[in-house]
């Protein structure tokens, strides 16, 4: 399952990021209540960047570091340590 502000490369090489949005269906009661997750395909500059990122992180964990790439936002790329499922 996919969460708000995941970046994800489809099945076309294309990258996207979930994104939350409120869904408004007239004559409804909870109209905009309702919540769902789609991936929203970011523009050609981000392609290119989040590209030469894919490729950076494969360098990385070849040989044997462990990093992940994290969008804030404000559209800010960043680096991290991989976390660890031992530490949830």
Request: with cysteine.
């Amino acid at each position: 399952m996919a969460y708000d502000g995941e970046l994800v490369k489809m099945e076309n090489g294309r990258w996207a990021r979930f994104q939350r949005c409120q869904v408004y269906r007239p004559g409804v009661e909870d109209a905009g209540e309702t919540m769902m997750l789609i991936a929203v395909e970011l523009d050609e500059r981000y392609q290119l960047l989040l590209d030469e990122v894919a490729d950076s992180l494969a360098q990385y964990r070849h040989r044997g570091i462990p990093v992940q790439a994290r969008l804030d936002e404000a559209q800010r790329l960043t680096l991290h340590p991989e976390e660890s499922s031992a530490l949830h």
